[in-house]
């Protein structure tokens, strides 16, 4: 079981809009705003979509969001496109005993 | 360009050890943080292991802990993960990670081990 609590799946079809949400404690996504998100297809590295809650990496299009309210975080996918569909994973720092958690991940189907 | 490249995965029977390799290149190696992170099959991403910039400080998770050590070689930019006492829930795809503000940002493409009689 994970730290972190992901829904296993969501779906959207293309141009719509996709919420993933990320719970935690406040030991973790509560407590530290440096939470990142990372996107994996199958067989492949992840990559960093979203960090320090909201922030975006270069390269990545600006349909991806995220946010945070209290212990929860959520990364928010807009104008979905079929190269969207992949699994996403949430994570957090969790201290210096812990260090970091992640969430158990989410798959993604673009219908 | 940031590159992670890892080395060292294979077959090993239980209770046997592994050294994994993480070589880096394209940025100030001694600047940050390293991680090990692990994904089991059909499984999500585990952290591992973290070790700082100047090696002063490491971390484990509680399932690693005296059996994995981390440790970094800041002239040979690489760091590195020594698994000992190796078991059958230890297989997995081992990632190595580049760390900003506590966070992943680049990884490396993985490496297989597997420990299996």
């Known amino acids: 079981q994970s730290a972190l609590t992901q829904p296993r799946s969501v779906s959207g079809s293309p141009g719509q809009s996709v919420t993933i949400s990320c719970t935690g404690t406040s030991s973790d996504v509560g407590g530290y705003d440096y939470v990142s998100w990372y996107q994996q297809h199958p067989g492949k590295a992840p990559k960093l979509m979203i960090y320090d809650v909201t922030k975006r990496p270069s390269g990545v299009p600006d349909r991806f969001s995220g946010s945070k309210s209290g212990n929860t975080a959520s990364l928010t996918i807009s104008d979905l496109q079929t190269e969207d569909e992949s699994d996403y994973y949430c994570?957090?720092?969790?201290?210096?005993?812990?260090?970091?958690?992640f969430g158990g991940g989410t798959s993604l189907t673009v219908l | 360009e940031v590159q992670l490249l890892e080395s060292g995965g294979g077959l090993v029977q239980p209770g046997g050890s592994l050294r994994l390799s993480c070589a880096t290149s394209?940025?100030?190696?001694?600047?940050?943080?390293m991680s090990w992170f692990r994904q089991a099959p059909g499984r999500g991403l585990e952290w591992v292991s973290t070790?700082?910039?100047?090696?002063?400080?490491?971390y484990y998770a509680d399932s690693v802990k005296g059996r994995f050590t981390i440790s970094r070689d800041q002239s040979e930019k690489a760091f590195f993960l020594q698994m000992n006492r190796l078991r059958a829930e230890d297989t997995a795809t081992y990632y190595c990670?580049?760390?900003?503000?506590?966070?992943?940002?680049?990884w490396g493409q993985g490496s297989l081990v597997t420990v299996s009689s």
């Open positions: 990670a580049r760390l900003v503000l506590l966070q992943p940002d680049f």
């Open positions: 070790i700082s910039g100047e090696a002063t400080t490491t």
């Open positions: 394209g940025f100030a190696f001694s600047s940050y943080g």
């Open positions: 994570y957090s720092f969790a201290g210096s005993y812990t260090f970091a958690v």
